[in-house]
């Protein structure tokens, strides 16, 4: 009965484990001593003649300050073991994780059409200052000149759109080009963006290629 304890038998074996683990460790044996101090005042005081009470006054039992940290002690190790029952991450159960690799595309303003349509009249501008004085019927295929632009921006991050046109290929050739990038956006074939109003306009593939 925890509410009756036998202090001499309990001081006893406590002060003979003490010596046993003095030997082995010091700290653990400095906080046993500590207990073992407690016990020895619980028992001496159990030993001294009871002190005269007034009346109505009950008397005080030595022994309860260690029956307080003996509650005490079963309620933790209790609710220990209650917490030990639950499932743990680790010994119980596992967290499934999975691992997808995603590349984040940055995300560009759109392009200006103001912006464009100025860096395309700088074009024909500079086409005019090298023309050719000669006539020529040559026929010129859009999708041909798509093809040729996809090979320009092959393997390069960003190519800037006044760099896809050489003036002195002549006007038909200048807006063929101008059409075949036209239709190469229209068909999400290349990305044309800008990174802000009135900045120079660059061109990439939309894709990687294989």
């Not at 499934?96 to 912006?115: G, S």
């Amino acid at each position: 009965n925890i509410l009756d304890i036998p202090m001499a038998a309990l001081t006893r074996q406590y002060l003979a484990y003490v010596d046993e683990i003095r030997g082995r460790n010091l700290e653990l044996a400095a906080e046993y001593l500590l207990m073992a101090a407690m016990l020895i005042e619980i028992k001496s005081r159990m030993l001294l003649p009871p002190k005269k009470l007034a009346q109505g006054e009950e008397p005080e039992d030595p022994r309860a300050e260690l029956v307080r940290r003996l509650l005490e002690y079963e309620r933790i190790k209790l609710a220990a073991a209650q917490l030990n029952e639950l499932p743990q991450f680790g010994r119980d159960f596992l967290k499934a994780e999975v691992y997808i690799e995603q590349a984040l595309k940055p995300r560009f303003p759109d392009v200006n059409v103001v912006d464009l349509q100025e860096a395309w009249q700088d074009i024909m501008k500079r086409a005019r200052l090298v023309q050719r004085h000669r006539i020529s019927r040559e026929e010129l295929s859009v999708r041909e000149h798509m093809s040729l632009v996809l090979r320009r921006l092959q393997g390069r991050r960003f190519v800037e759109f006044e760099n896809l046109f050489d003036p002195a290929q002549g006007a038909p050739v200048l807006v063929v080009t101008f059409i075949a990038i036209l239709e190469l956006a229209k068909e999400a074939l290349i990305e044309v963006t800008q990174a802000e109003a009135y900045a120079p306009i660059y061109l990439r593939l939309a894709f990687a290629p294989a």
